[in-house]
């Protein structure tokens, strides 16, 4: 495993981002109502976030990682329902010729779509760190779904792990309840051998593992802001010496690694 010196640990807290290059994130969502470096549409003609949850991931984001440059890519309009594929894919081609270091797509579907999954192994290919949310499906309608296939009666209620967090290019983000030094496991996170780490899952009055998503893409911001040569797969493998290990020790299909921290473990 990659680790990381106590001197980064360091870096990290004091740093600036005077002789650095800042990190440029691209949030694949719903527009956005907050300041950004640039943005682009692929659903209408403005940027306006009409529903908040792009908002809201641009917010967390800026929270954790106030240095960061946020490229924003509007592919959902007001009911978050978008059934073409191409917007996602121009996104993602949008995204890769800004060069941007993260890539946020805190949205999931159950279907596996080759040409978004082409565009994402594109991205990857080009050193490009991909997060996304794990889905809202949880645990016990995934055992449902399980006993259902097993009498034969199809699998329409749930399927775990969502795509795009599904894919192997992908870190798969899954949600926990964090409350002072305690951490649980929350019934609408899914549980899957994809799942790479999880993060505080709530914003406001709102849940999710979108709002896990970007906590997570928060904080590999400042990993790689410590560590500005470490790209892709570095970047991913570092990440995993900020863990806090919960659950069953190492990787498991409830927490992943573990709950991303801001401090090396």
């Known amino acids: 495993m990659y680790r990381i010196p106590f ?3 360091l870096l990290l807290m004091v740093l600036t981002s005077n002789g650095f ?3 440029k994130i691209a949030i694949i969502d719903s527009g956005c109502n907050i300041k950004h470096e640039k943005g682009i549409s692929f659903v209408d003609d403005t940027i306006q976030d009409p529903n908040g949850h792009g908002t809201s991931i641009a917010k967390i984001i800026k929270k ?3 240095d960061t440059k946020l490229y924003i ?3 959902f309009t007001r009911d978050r329902r978008n059934r073409e594929i191409q917007p996602f894919v121009d996104a993602i081609d949008w995204a890769i010729s800004q060069e941007v270091d993260l890539i946020n797509l805190s949205f999931g579907t159950h279907n596996d779509e080759e040409m978004i999954h082409n565009a994402i192994k594109k991205a990857y290919n080009r050193g490009i760190l991909i997060i996304a949310a794990a889905g809202n499906e949880g645990e016990m309608l995934d055992l449902l779904v399980q006993e259902l296939s097993k009498r034969g009666k199809g699998n329409s209620v749930s399927q775990g792990i969502a795509y795009p967090a599904k894919y192997e290019e992908v870190i798969g983000v899954g949600a926990i309840k964090s409350f002072w030094c ?3 496991h929350v019934e609408y996170s899914p549980v ?3 799942i790479e780490f999880v993060c505080n ?3 406001d009055s709102q849940k999710g ?3 896990a998503a970007a906590r997570a893409t928060a904080i590999i911001a400042n990993i790689k802001k410590a560590h500005p040569n470490l790209k892709g797969y570095q970047l991913r493998e570092a990440a995993r010496s900020y863990i806090n290990d919960l659950g069953k020790s190492g990787r498991d299909r409830k927490f992943g690694y573990g709950k991303l921290e801001l401090k090396p473990m």
């Open 182 to 184: 305690f951490n649980r």
């Open 21 to 23: 290059a800042q990190v």
């Open 201 to 203: 899952g709530s914003f």
């Open 7 to 9: 001197v980064g640990f």
């Open 73 to 75: 890519a509007k592919v």
């Open 64 to 66: 954790t990682a106030p």
């Open 209 to 211: 593992t979108s709002f």
């Open 192 to 194: 899957g051998q994809e």
